[in-house]
């Protein structure tokens, strides 16, 4: 029996699917994303035919298992993202904003990596010219890197079962076609069969492979979400392109933590890795300046400092204005409110301007107190002494709720130089007494403990 064509709609943004044409998508809401594509139906299959599977099932307790091997990449900071460097058979989604240095960072990786494996380097984007101008302004020119310049899916599958190579990067997944599929590059469809087809290969011919993913102006990867589903680790490379700073991030990893983070500087021979964020973060700090406060925060493992600046001036329109970097925008609404409520720190007719020096994002509620205490010090226009570092949670009620990775934030804290140290006072209990003899470490309740502790 012939198979039926036959048309149905695909969203657009989430890879909803439906034989009826919607205005607005029924899964992500979006309007005017349903877009028509034809598929080949296939015949029923008849009832008395049985599929015979290649693969049988087998106790779990007698599958052989071998011990993990990864390739380290020469980068530490880009191995500890990773969880120790890439696993064979993985499969590694590495997106970022355009121009933010994500093939710069791969080739670099293939020059450590070339001196004892050999790459295959799939471009859809460049070809191999540009790839070889770029290797030589960054000092690649090992002979194991081998570059094509095809955006056929299944040609280059078609090389890595030719060649098999140690390690495949194919830049980019936007790029890549599936010739049998009538969708135009970088759609939903394509987008999602070819990463599928790369994830067959990899898995079945035990190859770690690298795909670059593009993101879109939400900042979310393009192409479905069920992309993210499919691989196994998802790295975001984020940063300002103004700055010369980058962070690497995992958001999902089969073989490792999603916790931790990569810092590199973008120079002009490539990235370079930032072995010590923290004094990175706080290099140029003004001197005798209100209004600016070091916090602590988390990367994983790894406590970070970073520089929290706030502004408080009078307004001169009728609604004040509030501007955030770095920082939650609403949660910063909070803290005002709190202030307002339970400190008696009127910012009703005052214009409140809060950044994050750096380019980083805070995004845990431990540098409540430190954004408090910077804006108090802007409003009175006093200084927050060099060597005062705060962090603590602060809830609706004023108070200053415990927070997680205490003795670490203040054996980093001490490393830098600082010697007062404001934390919650439920912390107080995990404080060794060789921490407390090398620094001041005051506990707090509430609030005006806090500004008690440092404004006096």
């Known amino acids: 029996m012939a198979n039926k064509i036959k048309s149905i709609f695909v969203c657009s943004n989430c890879g909803y699917e439906n034989p009826k044409w919607y205005g607005k998508c029924p899964q992500c809401g979006e309007w005017d994303t349903m877009e028509e594509r034809t598929t080949e139906a296939k015949s029923a299959a008849s009832p008395h035919k049985t599929r015979v599977s290649g693969q049988l099932s087998h106790p779990i307790n007698e599958i052989k298992t071998e011990g993990e091997h990864r390739y380290q990449t020469g980068m530490e900071e880009f191995d500890r993202v990773l969880g120790g460097g890439l696993v064979k058979g993985s499969v590694v989604l590495l ?70 190579p140690d390690v495949v990067i194919v830049d980019s997944i936007q790029t890549m076609t599936l010739s049998e599929l009538t969708s135009s590059a970088g759609s939903i469809t394509q987008v999602r069969e070819c990463t599928n087809l790369f994830l067959r290969t990899a898995k079945s011919l035990n190859i770690p492979t690298i795909i670059v993913g593009h993101v879109n102006k939400d900042g979310n990867i393009a192409g479905p979400k069920v992309l993210e589903h499919i691989v196994d680790t998802v790295l975001y490379f984020e940063g300002e392109r103004n700055l010369s700073y980058r962070i690497l991030r995992a958001v999902k990893n089969r073989f490792g933590s999603t916790n931790e983070i990569g810092v590199f500087e973008m120079i002009d021979k490539g990235l370079r890795e930032v072995q010590n964020p923290s004094e990175m973060m706080l290099d140029g700090r003004p001197v005798n300046c209100s209004g600016t406060c070091v916090a602590c925060t988390m990367e994983g493992l790894r406590p970070m400092m970073a520089e929290v600046q706030a502004l408080v001036t009078t307004t001169g329109f009728g609604n004040p204005r509030r501007m955030s970097s770095g920082y939650d925008y609403n949660r910063l609404n909070v803290i005002l409110a709190v202030l307002e409520k339970r400190g008696g720190y009127y910012f009703s007719n005052m214009d409140v301007y809060l950044n994050i020096i750096g380019g980083i994002r805070l995004y845990e509620p431990a540098a409540d107190l430190t954004v408090a205490l910077a804006l108090v010090s802007s409003l009175k226009d006093e200084v927050v002494p060099e060597d005062v570092l705060a962090f603590g949670e602060i809830g609706l009620a004023g108070e200053i709720r415990s927070v997680g990775f205490c003795e670490q934030r203040i054996k980093e804290a001490i490393r830098l130089g600082f010697h007062k140290i404001i934390l919650p006072a439920a912390n107080l209990k995990y404080i060794s007494k060789e921490m407390r003899s090398q620094a001041q470490i005051i506990g707090v309740r509430y609030l005006s403990q806090a500004f008690s502790a440092v404004f006096g």
């Open 95 to 164: 997106s970022g904003d355009p121009g933010i240095g994500k093939s710069t960072i791969l080739l670099q990786v293939c020059q450590t990596l070339a001196k004892s494996l050999t790459i295959l380097y799939a471009s859809g984007e460049e070809s191999a010219h540009q790839i070889r101008l770029r290797a030589d302004r960054l000092g690649v020119d090992s002979g194991n890197i081998y570059v094509m310049s095809e955006n056929d899916a299944e040609i280059v599958t078609e090389q890595i079962r030719t060649q098999k």
